[in-house]
């Protein structure tokens, strides 16, 4: 842990992204075998035509740790750099500990501190606000960020309104206060109310519920969510986010938008409010459905990878999500 430059903030750069997606898939037509459901519905109302779904032996670190170790080698950072692992996940491989410090674990990040944070399709972000306070103050100079989720261990396979939209996946990013990389500016923002609380969560399996048969028995062991409720929401904090940062960045132009994977429709339906046109809003979820907190970090890989941030180089990218808790933010960077 170093001091920051005589309390100035610090530079906070993105140096390398990987992600992951389990190889087996979920289509429409494999739905249509286990509810009510049809692949036009499915696609008009969701614009999902496919997720992947973690294999047996696959959980949330493990899907993480195939995407940290990508990001590290795009960062060019070994293991033993990093100061500070930061998970966001809902869906971590224990109750306790942290799967921060599984993923440590195998990565033999022996010098990092490692910590999970619950903020659901918000937690990439939420993280990414984490990480760049410490990197910014000098807390810590290389951190891990990860957005990881396997939702297909907490959906309820019965509940046709549910099922259909969730994925697994894990992505990262490396932040560090080294020379160079992509800027993340200091405007992002988070945000939250719990008077949101039962929108979409998870009954019982806590401290307040603890498991029953019964409870068991009656699925709310598994995700509940109030779909409509969560698409209203979705739609104007996806504007408000967005809006935010375009106004706090008069003097940059934008480049990308990259938003949670909700749901094609909130996607479509925020952007023609916000008066973007289509190819300013990045959307990969008719491939991977919603993966909650690797939603963002997935688009970025994928894009990264791709080349096709290269013709956003100085350009401002604006990333937003909402979910559980209700928890929602944003990010923005200079790419
Ligand atoms: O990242 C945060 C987590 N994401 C969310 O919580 C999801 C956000 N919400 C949504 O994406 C949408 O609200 C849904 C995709 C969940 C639902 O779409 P909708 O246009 O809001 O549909 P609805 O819930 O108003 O339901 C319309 C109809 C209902 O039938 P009736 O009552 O009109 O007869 C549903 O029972 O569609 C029916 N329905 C389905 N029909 C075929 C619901 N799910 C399905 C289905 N297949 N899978």
């Known amino acids: 842990m170093v001091e920051s430059r005589n309390g100035v903030l610090r530079r906070v750069g993105l140096f390398g992204t990987g992600s992951y997606a389990p190889e087996k898939v979920y289509s429409n037509a494999d739905f249509e075998k286990m509810v009510d459901t049809t692949d036009e519905w499915i696609t008009t109302r969701t614009g999902i035509k ?3 779904i973690a294999a047996e032996d696959e959980a949330t670190s493990t ?45 033999g990040a022996w010098n990092a501190a490692a910590f999970d944070l619950s903020a659901a399709c918000a937690g ?9 306070q410490f990197v910014a ?12 989720d396997t939702l297909s261990r907490i ?18 990013a490396v932040l560090s206060s080294r020379d160079g990389g992509h800027e993340i500016l200091p405007s992002g923002t988070l945000h939250a109310d719990g008077r949101g609380a039962e929108v979409i969560y998870i009954h019982s399996g806590g401290s307040q519920h603890p498991i029953t048969h019964e409870a068991l028995e009656t699925r709310l062991h598994q995700m509940q969510v109030s779909g409509r409720e969560v698409y209203k929401f979705a739609v104007s904090k996806f504007v408000d986010l967005v809006r935010g940062q375009l106004e706090a960045h008069p003097d940059l132009e934008l480049g990308l938008v990259i938003p ?32 909650s907190a690797a939603s963002i970090p997935i688009a ?15 350009k401002l990218i604006v990333f937003c999500a909402f979910g559980a808790g209700l928890a929602w933010g944003s990010a923005a960077m200079r790419w």
């Open 155 to 172: 959906v309820n396979y019965k509940d046709r309104g549910s099922c259909i939209l969730f994925g697994d996946g894990a992505g990262c």
């Open 300 to 314: 970025l890989d994928e894009l990264v990878r791709s080349g096709q941030m290269d013709e956003h180089r100085g």
């Open 63 to 107: 899907m993480a740790v195939r995407a940290a170790r990508s990001a590290l080698e795009a960062a060019g950072i070994a293991p033993e750099e990093l100061d500070l692992i930061v998970v966001g996940t809902v869906t971590p491989d224990h109750p306790f500990p942290a799967s921060a410090c599984l993923i440590q674990r195998e990565l």
């Open 260 to 291: 949670h994977q909700v749901n094609q429709r909130i996607i479509d339906s925020a952007r023609s409010r916000l008066g973007l046109p289509e190819e300013k809003v990045y959307s990969n979820i008719a491939r991977f459905g919603n993966t």
């Open 124 to 132: 990439f972000l939420y993280g990414v606000s984490v990480a760049s």
């Open 50 to 52: 496919e997720r992947h």
């Open 137 to 148: 103050t000098g807390a810590a100079n290389n951190v891990l960020v990860v957005g990881a």
